[in-house]
């Protein structure tokens, strides 16, 4: 019971503050990327003066229905469907510094 007490309390609380509306024109403005082509192909900078980074990435799925070698091969004689599925992320990143280019590369995986 104190626990619904406190949560009645709260809601009549913030029920009777002064409600406000949003203006969308007063919300700041984001700024696209700029591409940085000399790093190559795909490489965008999100901060002004900031590295150059490229995301990239893969998907593959797999579905499919195998049929048995022989009739009952299953426990309770059902064919069972195959899922599978992999999935991959790389972030190359690239800056100058006083001592020269500096790199960081970071990729996950799962599956095959």
Not at 1 to 7: D, G, K, V
Not at 29 to 38: K, S
Not at 57 to 64: D, L, M, N, Q, S
């Amino acid at each position: 019971m104190r626990a619904t007490s406190l949560i009645l309390a709260a809601a009549a609380l913030v029920a009777a503050l002064p409600a406000h509306a949003l203006d969308i024109r007063d919300l700041p403005i984001a700024r696209a990327p700029e591409t940085c082509p000399h790093e190559g192909p795909g490489f965008v900078r999100f901060t002004p003066g900031g590295p150059c980074t490229r995301i990239s990435g893969r998907v593959r799925a797999e579905v499919g229905t195998p049929v048995p070698a022989r009739p009952g091969a299953g426990l309770d004689g059902m064919a069972r469907g195959v899922v599978s599925g992999a999935g991959q992320v790389a972030i190359d990143t690239r800056t100058q510094t006083e001592y020269g280019p500096a790199r960081a590369y970071l990729r996950l995986g799962t599956g095959r």
